[in-house]
């Protein structure tokens, strides 16, 4: 691994989620005399695997991108290992990812239903979750892609009003789909998986698509089913 390997590696420590165009931006700079793209994530992913960490992809439902990040691979409470959170906090998260999986095929609860959940989590009076201190954690859970607005135009730093905002629909981001897939794939056995990527589908009535034929139980996230259609004269089945 050279130099420009630890640019990379130095990228995704300061920015801990790179869509594919970052990336691949970083990528073209660096390696001006060509190469391979795959190649160069592989060298740093075999310097990687000795620590437990390795560079993995995945798309946001939200916005159909591919991001990449470094996951840590061998610690067994991934959540404990993803996030600087205390158990209070941690109770909190998982509170609101159990929340948005009991929508079903909906997948996503609001803004303001995020932040009543604090109420559910067991705290003594010392360590309980204030209604502020719930609104920066959801903040800075959107901010870092652990949650994300469904709707791609919103954004943590809206200049609407916080009505507004509470009435926003939020969803499992890219972050924890990346980091804590291993957990949401335990934890929540009954999310279908889209059967092109393997990843669970969360928001199915939204971006999940069977196959015309009715008699096919081929389930594909919309985003991955435009990606394998994409440049095929033909709409066959992947199946």
Not at 72 to 91: C, G, H, M, W, Y
Not at 158 to 182: C, D, F, H, P
Not at 186 to 200: G, M, Q, R, T, Y
Request: proline content about 2%; overall charge neutral; aromatic content about 8%.
């Amino acid at each position: 691994m050279n130099d420009k390997h630890k640019i990379i590696l130095q990228s995704f420590l300061a920015k801990h989620v790179m869509s594919e165009s970052q990336l691949r931006d970083i990528y073209a700079n660096l390696f001006t005399d060509g190469g391979n793209f795959d190649n160069v994530i592989s060298t740093i992913n075999e310097h990687l695997h000795f620590l437990g960490f390795e560079i993995r992809k995945a798309v946001d439902e939200s916005d159909g991108l591919m991001y990449y990040a470094i996951v840590n691979t061998k610690i067994d409470d991934a959540i404990k290992s993803a996030t600087d959170l205390t158990p209070q906090e941690l109770a909190y998260f998982k509170l609101i990812l159990q929340a948005i999986v009991a929508e079903g095929e909906e997948g996503k609860i609001t803004y303001h239903d995020c932040l009543l959940l604090k109420s559910k989590v067991e705290t003594t009076s010392s360590n309980a979750i204030s209604g502020s201190r719930a609104d920066i954690l959801l903040q800075d859970w959107i901010k870092c892609r652990w949650l994300s607005f469904v709707s791609s135009s919103s954004s943590s730093s809206s200049s609407k009003n916080s009505a507004n905002k509470e009435k926003k629909m939020l969803t499992i981001g890219v972050r924890t789909m990346l980091e804590l897939r291993s957990y949401i794939e335990d934890v929540f056995e009954e999310l279908p998986k889209c059967n092109l990527c393997a990843d669970p589908i969360i928001m199915k009535t939204i971006q999940g698509t069977h196959c015309s034929n009715h008699k096919c139980s081929y389930l594909m996230h919309i985003h991955c089913k435009n990606r394998w259609f994409q440049g095929k004269k033909t709409c066959k089945c992947p199946q």
